[in-house]
């Protein structure tokens, strides 16, 4: 079931891609019921996993998590990581680009933030946020200050197709350098969005979360969609899949996610080091040593 429900949700090559096919209230089967049990159980192998990442020192993990607002990446993260070594992990909140961030190329800042080998990096938001906000408000890109993108009519066709070549030539690098790449689009229903909302501002514990932008946001929806669409399309490809992931029901997402990273730490066939002939003969001595004490 869990390979199937994988293969169900990646996107390894956008063409005829459409998030219109694809059920924010998905739940391959699995009941609320049972979702700490299997979540706990997934947890728990990929810790053992995360060990042998970090022992292995070959690979690096980087995790990238996209959604609306309310999609629960948050929760998501906080959830399918909460059994992970946090000295092997890392994790990266993208905010608004600051002045130095906006005085580099749109990748610079994402870059900075790569885990090593060894280790697994979140990206909360990520490089994904240029071709995705960027393409709702294009005004943003005119504080890039780019050569020929003077107004937001100079950022035609042209201009997003070779963003989103940039984009594919950085994870192309990034993979064939050891770092592999998981992409998470949380896939939320408008439905849902709204009854999030309004628990934010019922619940004075949460009214923190919600902004009134995030009703201006809303109004945007359609074109968020179109926006992911096409970044998905375009970014697809067989070593650096998409996973959309639906997202009304957070506990099924959660056993989404857990079982897609699992699976790809275990496609790696991690193993731990072997030491040589001469570290073992050490070793052998060190505990002679320490028996006889």
């Known amino acids: 079931m869990m390979s199937n429900m994988i293969s169900k949700f990646r996107i390894t090559d956008g063409k005829g891609f459409s998030l219109k096919d694809f ?31 970090y022992a292995a020192n070959k690979y690096a993990l980087l995790i990238i998590f996209q959604a609306m607002d309310a999609a629960g990446k948050d929760s998501a993260i906080a959830h399918t990581l909460s059994g992970i070594n946090p000295q092997g992990c890392q994790v990266f909140s993208f905010k608004q680009p600051s002045t130095e961030d906006y005085d580099h190329d749109f990748l610079w800042r994402h870059y900075k933030a790569l885990p090593e080998r060894g280790r697994i990096g979140i990206h909360n938001r990520s490089h994904y946020e240029n071709v995705l906000i960027s393409k709702v408000h294009p005004e943003l890109l005119l504080n890039e200050r780019l050569p ?18 940039s984009i594919r030539s950085f994870e192309n690098h990034l993979t064939t350098n050891g770092t592999v790449i998981i992409k998470f689009f949380l896939n939320v229903s408008k439905e849902e969005q709204k009854e999030r909302f309004l628990e934010r501002i019922d619940d004075p514990k949460k009214n923190w ?31 650096c899949p998409w996973y ?17 990273i699992l699976e790809t730490l275990k496609d790696l066939k991690l193993k731990y080091p072997t030491l ?3 570290e073992k003969r050490k070793l052998e001595e060190s505990k002679k040593r320490l028996e006889r004490e």
């Open 244 to 260: 959309v992931v639906p997202a009304d029901k957070k506990w099924f997402t959660r056993i989404a996610i857990s079982t897609i």
């Open 23 to 53: 059920d924010a209230g998905y739940a391959d089967g699995f009941e609320k019921s049972d979702a700490k049990a299997v979540l706990d159980d997934l947890i728990e192998q990929t810790f053992d996993l995360q060990t042998e990442l």
């Open 276 to 278: 040589p002939k001469e």
């Open 148 to 165: 020929g993108i003077d107004t937001v009519k100079d950022a035609d066709h042209h201009f997003w197709a070779k963003r989103y070549e």
């Open 209 to 239: 979360k919600f902004s009134s932008a995030d009703i201006e946001e809303r109004q945007r929806w359609d074109d968020y969609m179109h926006a992911y669409e096409k970044a998905i399309k375009e970014t697809a490809t067989k070593n």
